[in-house]
């Protein structure tokens, strides 16, 4: 039941490139691309892109009908699937008069109304601002975050990251030959020699290198 648009979602550069050549995406200009991205805010879509501060691969528009990765966030209460965003939306009491407007358009369930006043589900909230455009009486608006995980550089930082935190940079590096393959290896280097000093120890514990290591110690002189 969703009349949301299907072909509207975005690939950039060399991803963009591979799913041309493949037919499975079609290339347009920028000005199509700005069309596209109004075309998603007048149906309430949601922008879910790389997790990265250089050279974003993809920006999908997303429903929270229809996106797997929101209708994961829905079913399972945890929105880790997503980035989120660094702001939340704020209620004003006085100015809200409970329709429920804000509600049936949030993507992940984040808004209810109990008793005839508005709850935020903090912890569910994107922060994408879908209910703030939607809500005709000004009794929300976006405020920052008190707390916000830093954005990785690009995308060999984003999967390291991932990666460490999950206790599989071994896997990462050894399951996927990137050992073979002196390009992938030295984005994955270069990612790790560039991560914070904490970072960089639960690193060489799950790596055990020495040439690690030592990379690391010449860094840091």
């Known amino acids: 039941n969703c009349d949301a648009p299907m072909d ?24 199509e691309c700005l069309e596209l ?9 949601v922008q879910v892109g790389e997790n990265v ?9 997303c429903c929270g009908c229809c996106c797997e990765a929101l209708l994961a966030a829905k079913r399972f209460g945890t929105t880790q699937t ?16 409970s329709c429920g407007k804000c509600v049936a358009v ?20 994107l922060g ?14 976006l405020e920052k975050r008190d707390a916000r995980v830093i954005t990785p550089v690009n995308t060999a930082h984003r999967v390291v990251l ?16 990137a050992l073979a393959s002196h390009r992938m290896m030295a984005s994955i280097l270069t990612a790790i020699l560039n991560l914070p000093p904490a970072k960089q120890i639960l690193a060489n514990e799950q790596i055990r290198s020495k040439y690690l290591a030592n990379m690391m110690a010449k860094r840091k002189k």
Not at 9 to 29: E, K, P, Q, V, W
Not at 115 to 123: S, T
Request: hydrophobic content about 45%; overall charge negative; charged content about 20%.
């Open 106 to 125: 949030c993507p992940v369930d984040a808004l209810e109304l109990k008793n005839d006043e508005l709850e935020l589900i903090e912890e569910m909230c």
């Open 128 to 141: 994408c601002g879908v209910c703030v455009r939607n809500c005709a009486f000004d009794a929300l608006h």
């Open 53 to 61: 501060q250089n050279e974003v691969a993809f920006i999908c528009n």
């Open 37 to 45: 991205l109004e075309v998603a805010y007048s149906n309430n879509l």
């Open 8 to 31: 509207i979602c975005m690939t950039f550069g060399n991803t963009a490139d591979s799913l041309i050549r493949s037919n499975y995406a079609r290339r347009i200009d920028a000005k």
């Open 82 to 97: 997503i980035a989120t965003t660094a702001y939340i939306p704020v209620v004003l009491p006085s100015s809200c008069v």
């Open 162 to 177: 991932m990666a460490i935190d999950k206790g599989m940079l071994p896997n990462l590096i050894f399951d996927n030959n």
